[in-house]
């Protein structure tokens, strides 16, 4: 028997998930070198373990990310003096031949147009091969993690300045890539695939394997993105430069705000039925509000002409934070282009494998001391502190039986999506509600609890099993209703008990 790493539950030996939390397992077989010396011993769709080579070279140091159909390591290259790499992997893993096809096709694709690009914002590629049935890329390592995981770390939203920015950056990148010629559409744009570089003040683009060369000739191109951040042309192969500007958009809103375009992909962005980006967060800027709203209009013509137009228009833009908030530009450097960190012991501390008293040097991945400042290994500066997240509002887990609390979760973010973990799908809810849901009653994305006016408000997305409050079902998905302090939310046959701080 084994135990799950992350939560302690037990887990079969060809288990490759907690059924508890989720959590990718690693096989614990005897690990050799792959493709150097002794082969490998592991499942075909294992995780690879610290320690194992790949072609000879590449050192396993760790797993930083991935999804269903592989995972992204940081790695050593013994070749030249320990040079940190980022290795991404694709496994095959597809019984349908032709799906097999699209996969490797897009995998490849992604290793060719890397290798032609040359931004500061788009990352070198440095190899690419085969190996025991999976597609390696290497690439650039990049330290400072992704906008999603900032996201998350600094409890829910961003300051305008900090955002903006990123967006002058990404605007930059997308403008080179519109200009080639062909042009190269990038179409899945989201605070997932932007990364951070502290050590060089700069976003990073990365997942390039549905990004296209378009001919402008070339119809019914029909590759999408991810809902919510894809515009409405996209899923039907209408794609075109002004698609990443919407995604774009999309990405700032949500940055901004802390809304989820994902919870109401198609109409969040329907102003005319929906809260506008000041509703949401009172302390943006009018000008602000009026970039994003032209930026994710649903017409391109709508939108603006071109990346560049953009980025002059954001250029504009920062030279009025300057002028009006230019006490907190420091703050806003160091949030954008900081290492953040969780202190340990705080309340997401355990979700993002943060040890109390050791954390991990973010740039070689060695164990230090939580208060160092500097690594003892490779001398990189280590992450900056942000203050802990304090929820107002917490949601109770009670027994079906004896009405008991289970569990709580706490809602720290101005919008909590409420639902069942798929790390096949990569999709990891803000409340997961997966360890007391024995009979998968929770859909994957079931309802959202969000601040808005001074107090919280629920609503039903479109699940197979419905949301009640107090016994009643809501009306319909996707139609907002009050919570109150002590209302009784029944997601699947999970029952949830909703207390607010400010009125208990």
């Given at each position: 028997m084994k135990f799950c790493a992350r939560c302690g539950s037990p887990v079969q030996p060809e288990d490759l998930f907690c059924g508890e939390c989720g959590a990718r397992q690693v096989f614990s077989g005897s690990f050799g070198e792959v493709g150097g010396g002794r082969p490998g011993v592991f499942a075909p769709l294992a995780e690879l373990p610290p320690g194992a080579v790949l072609r000879g070279r590449y050192e396993i140091v760790r797993r930083v990310g991935g999804g269903g159909m592989g995972n992204v390591y940081q790695a050593r290259d013994r070749h030249l003096n320990g040079a940190v790499r980022a290795v991404k992997e694709m496994i095959e893993m597809f019984s349908d031949p032709a799906l097999r096809e699209k996969a490797i096709l897009d995998f490849q694709r992604e290793a060719r147009l890397?290798?032609?690009?040359?931004?500061?914002?788009?990352?070198?590629?440095?190899?690419?091969?085969?190996?025991?049935?999976?597609?390696?890329?290497?690439?650039?390592?990049?330290?400072?993690?992704?906008?999603?995981?900032?996201?998350?770390?600094?409890?829910g939203r961003f300051d305008e300045l900090t955002v903006t920015l990123w967006a002058l950056q990404i605007c930059d990148v997308l403008d080179y890539l519109h200009t080639r010629q062909p042009p190269?559409?990038?179409?899945?744009?989201?605070?997932?695939?932007?990364?951070?570089?502290?050590?060089?003040?700069?976003?990073?683009?990365?997942?390039?394997?549905?990004?296209?060369?378009?001919?402008?000739?070339?119809?019914?191109?029909?590759?999408?993105?991810?809902?919510?951040?894809?515009?409405?042309?996209?899923?039907?192969?209408?794609?075109?430069?002004?698609?990443d500007i919407y995604s774009l958009g999309a990405t700032m809103f949500h940055?901004?705000?802390?809304?989820?375009?994902?919870?109401?992909?198609?109409?969040?962005?329907?102003?005319t039925r929906n809260p506008t980006p000041?509703?949401?967060?009172?302390?943006?800027?009018?000008?602000?509000e009026r970039l994003l709203m032209r930026a994710v209009a649903y017409a391109p013509e709508d939108r603006f002409a071109s990346a560049r137009e953009m980025k002059s228009a954001l250029d504009e833009h920062l030279a009025f934070l300057r002028e009006q908030r230019g006490d907190r530009?420091?703050?806003?450097?160091?949030?954008?282009?900081?290492?953040?960190?969780?202190?340990?012991?705080?309340?997401?501390?355990?979700?993002?494998?943060?040890?109390?008293?050791?954390?991990?040097c973010s740039y070689c991945g060695m164990?230090?001391?939580?208060?160092d400042l500097y690594c003892a290994y490779c001398g990189a500066r280590q992450p900056i502190e942000v203050e802990p997240m304090r929820a107002s509002a917490y949601l109770f887990v009670l027994d079906p039986r004896s009405g008991e609390v289970r569990a709580t979760q706490a809602l720290?973010?101005?919008?909590?999506?409420?639902?069942?973990?798929?790390?096949?799908?990569?999709?990891?809810?803000?409340?997961?509600?997966?360890?007391?849901?024995?009979?998968?009653?929770?859909?994957?994305?079931?309802?959202r609890i969000w601040r808005a006016e001074g107090g919280?408000?629920?609503?039903?997305?479109?699940?197979?099993?419905?949301?009640?409050?107090?016994?009643?079902?809501?009306?319909?998905?996707?139609?907002?209703q009050a919570l109150r302090d002590g209302d009784r939310v029944q997601i699947g046959e999970v029952s949830l008990l909703f207390r607010h701080e400010g009125q208990w």
């Open positions: 890397l290798a032609s690009l040359r931004h500061p914002s788009i990352p070198i590629i440095y190899d690419h091969f085969v190996e025991g049935g999976r597609y390696y890329l290497v690439m650039e390592f990049i330290s400072g993690g992704d906008l999603a995981t900032r996201l998350q770390l600094v409890g190269i559409i990038y179409r899945d744009l989201k605070p997932a695939n932007i990364m951070i570089d502290p050590g060089a003040n700069r976003v990073v683009l990365i997942d390039f394997g549905i990004a296209r060369v378009v001919a402008p000739q070339e119809k019914g191109v029909t590759a999408v993105g991810t809902m919510g951040y894809a515009p409405p042309e996209l899923f039907s192969g209408q794609v075109e430069p002004r698609s940055l901004l705000t802390g809304v989820d375009p994902r919870d109401q992909p198609l109409l969040i962005f329907d102003f000041r509703q949401y967060n009172p302390e943006l800027t009018p000008q602000m530009l420091e703050h806003a450097y160091r949030m954008a282009f900081g290492d953040l960190v969780r202190r340990a012991g705080s309340e997401v501390a355990p979700r993002l494998d943060v040890a109390v008293g050791m954390v991990y164990s230090i001391g939580a208060d720290l973010k101005e919008s909590n999506l409420i639902g069942r973990a798929d790390p096949i799908s990569g999709i990891f809810p803000d409340v997961d509600l997966s360890p007391y849901d024995p009979g998968a009653t929770v859909s994957r994305r079931h309802a919280y408000w629920i609503e039903d997305l479109a699940s197979v099993n419905g949301t009640l409050v107090n016994g009643r079902r809501l009306l319909s998905p996707r139609t907002p």
